[in-house]
């Protein structure tokens, strides 16, 4: 089963609009990791929160980390067109090396 | 752009050929992965290799094997390719994590191969 899990599937906004997508999983951690995916291309990383952290920005991006419910929030301010992507979160264990990956939430953002 | 490439990008194949996926990293980094993408799924893990002929599973091994000769070549072979291996295979890459040096495990991923199993 999927370490992350990531709600909403599907977000639909309007440009200008704030997008957040919120991520569970289900054992400890080392980090929480959030990635992009433009439609047929690889992903690339966006963020990375450690356990020990409860809150990072980068530019428009915030991630929060509540460990103590095993979630993390994406939040996207002032959308832009360009935003169109599908993101996902991605959860390195504590117990070994392995990251795993959420199905990821497909965010379209309208202009 | 990370330098991981991947090879072939496009390929199909009939049930029952092998088939090798290559990927290339010009980064000297240390860990390199195989993941499959299927919709509803994500990213599943196939195989990750953490040094030159080091490799383990992951969690979606069965039918997968790798191998790793040289830090910059990670290959992926499907012994005898089946429908379900249908997929978009993503190659990735990070440096070792070190918690006292602060560098942790993002991965760089290449830009993936869309395999087609008829």
């Given amino acids: 089963s999927q370490q992350g899990e990531e709600d909403p599937q599907a977000l639909s906004i309007q440009e200008g609009e704030n997008a957040t997508m919120n991520c569970s999983y289900k054992t400890s951690i080392n980090n929480l990791q959030w990635y992009r ?6 992903l690339v990383h966006l963020i990375l929160i450690r356990s020990n952290e409860r809150e990072k920005h980068s530019g428009r991006l915030r991630v929060t980390l509540d460990t103590s419910k095993k ?8 959308s832009r067109a360009a935003d169109t992507a599908s993101y996902f979160c991605a959860a390195q264990s ?7 990956f959420g199905a990821g939430t497909r965010l379209f953002v309208k202009a | 752009d990370a330098g991981i490439t991947q090879s072939p990008r496009h390929k199909v194949t009939e049930t029952g050929t092998p088939v090798t996926l290559r990927c290339h990293q010009t980064e000297n980094h240390r860990y390199m992965y195989w993941y499959r993408q299927d919709p509803g799924h994500g990213l599943r893990l196939i195989h990750y290799s953490y040094g030159v002929k080091d490799t ?31 997929s978009v295979y993503f190659c990735a890459i990070s440096k070792s994590p070190d918690r006292e040096a602060g560098v942790t495990n993002e991965q760089f991923f290449g830009p993936g191969t869309r395999l087609t199993v008829l």
Avoid: H
Avoid at chain 1, 71 to 78: G, K, Q, R, W
Avoid at chain 2, 62 to 86: H, I, M, N, P, W
């Fill in chain 1, 37 to 42: 995916q433009n439609s047929g291309r690889g």
């Fill in chain 2, 56 to 86: 383990d599973k992951g969690e979606v091994s069965d039918g997968y094997s790798v191998s790793r000769s040289k830090t910059e070549d990670f290959l992926l072979t499907l012994e005898s390719a089946t429908s379900s291996q249908t």
């Fill in chain 1, 71 to 78: 979630s993390s929030s994406l939040l996207i301010t002032a």
């Fill in chain 1, 94 to 100: 504590r117990e070994g090396f392995k990251t795993i």
